[in-house]
């Protein structure tokens, strides 16, 4: 069982409001994904970290979300300026190490639904 | 890029009868390919890693993958209900800074 801790499970934000969620990667895991699960199933890459630095991000990320996996802290992404289509589930993952052939585990999520 | 698709989108097994699903992917090139679990409002488990042509088993759930037909599929032996849940196929990029792309899965449902 993955032990990537995820927190809030869920959060309620209206528009405009920030909305912020943090991950614990399992120990040991230097490499951490997140990722946005809309209601259809659809995966979209956001952002990847190795140690604290980024290693690719999407432009929507770049633009409207900050994150960021400070040493010996949560990662954490926020978004600065929720919108309604940020509806979703925002999955963590994380890596033993950055090559492909490793396995991401994941977190459960945390679910945001921006009213 | 890579694109992914499984199908069916859903499928209804009986409890014990093998269920079977597949994905295709658009880029021969891959090497990693993995097959995850999501049960509902949880987190992906994963299932099967596998990396060269044939079949990889891990307890009941066994992949096959065929890169030059650009197709893998997984096989759950004898299904219970508790294996109701949406399965991903999972594809790494082979370029760059890798990523996971991931199918829209399919929701199996496991009759008692």
């Known amino acids: 069982n993955s032990k990537v801790i995820q927190t809030p499970r869920y959060l309620v934000k209206g528009q405009g409001q920030k909305a912020k969620m943090r991950c614990i990667p399992e120990?040991?895991?230097?490499?951490v994904f997140w990722y946005q699960q809309n209601k259809n199933n659809e995966f979209k890459f956001l952002i990847n970290?190795?140690?604290?630095?980024?290693?690719?991000q999407i432009d929507m990320t770049e633009k409207r979300f900050s994150a960021e996996c400070p040493s010996n802290s949560p990662c954490s992404l926020e978004i600065q300026s929720s919108e309604a289509g940020d509806s979703a589930l925002y999955l963590c993952?994380?890596?033993?190490?950055?090559?492909?052939?490793?396995?991401?585990?994941f977190g459960e999520g945390s679910r945001l639904i921006v009213v | 890029q890579q694109k992914v698709q499984q199908s069916p989108e859903s499928l209804t097994v009986s409890e014990g009868a093998m269920a079977s699903l597949n994905c295709t992917f658009s880029?021969?090139?891959?090497?990693?390919f993995r097959w995850y679990r999501q049960h509902s409002a949880k987190g992906l488990e994963v299932l099967v890693s596998?990396?060269?042509?044939g079949e990889k088993e891990e307890g009941r759930f066994t992949a096959h993958l065929n890169r030059a037909n650009l197709h893998v599929s997984l096989h759950i032996r004898e299904p219970q209900p508790s294996d109701s849940a949406v399965y991903l196929c999972?594809?790494?990029?082979?370029?760059?800074?890798?990523?996971?792309?991931f199918g829209s899965g399919t929701q199996l449902t496991v009759m008692p």
């Open positions: 993952a994380s890596s033993p190490t950055g090559g492909s052939e490793n396995t991401l585990y």
């Open positions: 120990k040991g895991h230097p490499v």
């Open positions: 970290f190795q140690n604290q630095e980024v290693l690719q």
């Open positions: 880029d021969g090139t891959s090497n990693n």
């Open positions: 596998i990396f060269s042509d």
């Open positions: 999972a594809v790494s990029t082979s370029s760059g800074s890798w990523q996971l792309i």
